[in-house]
């Protein structure tokens, strides 16, 4: 829900900018500042609009897909788990994971908010102008988001132990023999 609200924000924003933006829009910056512009055009101006629309997209199919696979913990008995599938342990893991894909997905609007800043900026741009910090800073959200994933993901795996010992020992269903920890 955040993502959408910052890509309906984004929109918003894009549609009253607009009339006001120059004839050309800065569209690439690097370390040293834009080094490339285009042609006002809604494309050209939508262009981070659009790429977070698709991108939002593919998180939340993502998310999904991630609650819709089997569990590692509830894989039958000869049930071998796929090698391509990267199978969360338990439902738990994979609500954890599908909340912070979809984090990243916020996430990375907040960092189109801040692309969509540098080239909607009205006053003119100087050619090599040094933009470095604010590239920084856009930057931020973003790997805040991917930290999120792989903090989910690290903390899923770190539990795949406890899942398969509860499966072994027969404590995930209640029943089975109790084994002691071994003295050594």
């Not at 929109?11 to 834009?34: E, K, N, T």
């Not at 042609?39 to 199919?61: I, Y």
């Not at 020992?169 to 109790?178: A, I, K, N, R, S």
């Amino acid at each position: 829900m955040p993502g959408l609200l910052t890509l309906a924000g984004l929109v918003a924003w894009g549609i009253v900018v607009y009339p006001r933006l120059p004839p050309q829009v800065p569209q690439h910056f690097g370390s040293d500042g834009v080094d490339a512009y285009a042609d006002k055009s809604v494309g050209s101006v939508f262009l981070p609009v659009l790429v977070h629309a698709g991108a939002l997209a593919l998180v939340a199919g993502t998310a999904y897909a991630t609650l819709r696979v089997t569990p590692a913990s509830e894989l039958g008995p000869g049930r071998r788990a796929f090698g391509l599938v990267n199978r969360p342990s338990t439902r738990e893991g994979a609500r954890r994971i599908a909340k912070a894909q979809l984090f990243l997905g916020f996430c990375l609007g907040l960092t189109m908010a801040g692309s969509c800043k540098l080239m909607w900026d009205t006053a003119p741009h100087r050619r090599g102008a040094a933009t470095a910090g604010p590239l920084v800073l856009v930057l931020a959200p973003l790997a805040v988001g991917t930290l999120a994933v792989l903090g989910a993901a690290l903390w899923d795996r770190r539990s795949v132990p406890a899942a398969k010992t509860k499966k072994a020992t027969g404590t995930e269903t209640g029943g089975g023999p109790h084994r002691p920890p071994s003295a050594g």
